[in-house]
T-cell receptor, first 115, second 111 residues
Framework: AQSVTQLGSHVSVSEGALVLLRCNYS??????LFWYVQYPNQGLQLLLK??????LVKGINGFEAEFKKSETSFHLTKPSAHMSDAAEYFC?????????????FGKGNQVVVIP | EPEVTQTPSHQVTQMGQEVILRCVPI?????FYWYRQILGQKVEFLVS????????KSEIFDDQFSVERPDGSNFTLKIRSTKLEDSAMYFC?????????FGPGTRLTVL
């Protein structure tokens, strides 16, 4: 079964500073990895994904993540935080082409951007 | 851009009552899912649905729960006799290729 670990439920970052959200996964098969963002009172919006191919993936709003198989990680970064980045971020893993693609989510990181 | 829609956005019900949560997946998607998020906890998988039948379900998805695709567009989650612990945000998702797209959720409150 797949699982995801996200440490630090609340992350504070200054406007203009680097955003770094850590995600480590466990999977018995080659994983598909996702970052979703949830703004207040809204659903889950896909930020970016890794399935196969290039390990550095770029998403919306200037975010990117790198799949590192040796570290079982898929950390999310953004060079310069903006006030609009305040939201909750979820890392998720699925069994990709090996099953029904059920997603296993991490606990999420609530990002607060300080002006 | 096509999106997943869910109704109602909020549902308040009494313990023991039946509720039906509705979802309209993206039209050309074939795989459908329900997840829930209890306040302060992880988003949890409930069930996946393909070709008019359940393809996988979690241990949470017991006999109180059922899913149905009654027509070509709707996908429903029924909870037969709600319990206090069913209070949560319920998300529907549909999958195209390798990515699941989520609806805005239904907040279910059981009193």
């Amino acid at each position: 079964a797949q699982s995801v670990t996200q440490l630090g439920s609340h992350v504070s970052v200054s406007e203009g500073a680097l955003v770094l959200l850590r995600c480590n996964y466990s999977s018995s098969v080659p994983p598909y990895l996702f970052w979703y963002v949830q703004y207040p009172n809204q659903g889950l919006q896909l930020l970016l994904k890794y399935t196969t191919g290039a390990t550095l993936v770029k998403g919306i709003n200037g975010f990117e993540a790198e799949f590192k198989k040796s570290e079982t990680s898929f950390h999310l970064t953004k060079p310069s935080a903006h006030m609009s980045d305040a939201a909750e971020y979820f890392c998720a893993v699925s069994d990709g082409s090996y099953g029904n693609n059920r997603l296993a989510f991490g606990k999420g990181n609530q990002v607060v951007v300080i002006p | 851009e096509p999106e997943v829609t869910q109704t109602p956005s909020h549902q308040v019900t009494q313990m023991g009552q039946e509720v039906i949560l509705r979802c309209v997946p993206i039209s050309n998607h074939l795989y459908f899912y329900w997840y829930r998020q209890i306040l302060g906890q992880k988003v949890e998988f409930l069930v996946s649905f393909y070709n008019n039948e359940i393809s996988e379900k979690s241990e949470i998805f017991d006999d109180q729960f059922s899913v149905e695709r009654p027509d070509g567009s709707n996908f429903t989650l029924k909870i037969r006799s709600t319990k206090l612990e069913d209070s949560a945000m319920y998300f529907c998702a549909s999958r195209g290729e390798d990515t699941q797209y989520f609806g805005p959720g239904t907040r279910l409150t059981v009193l």
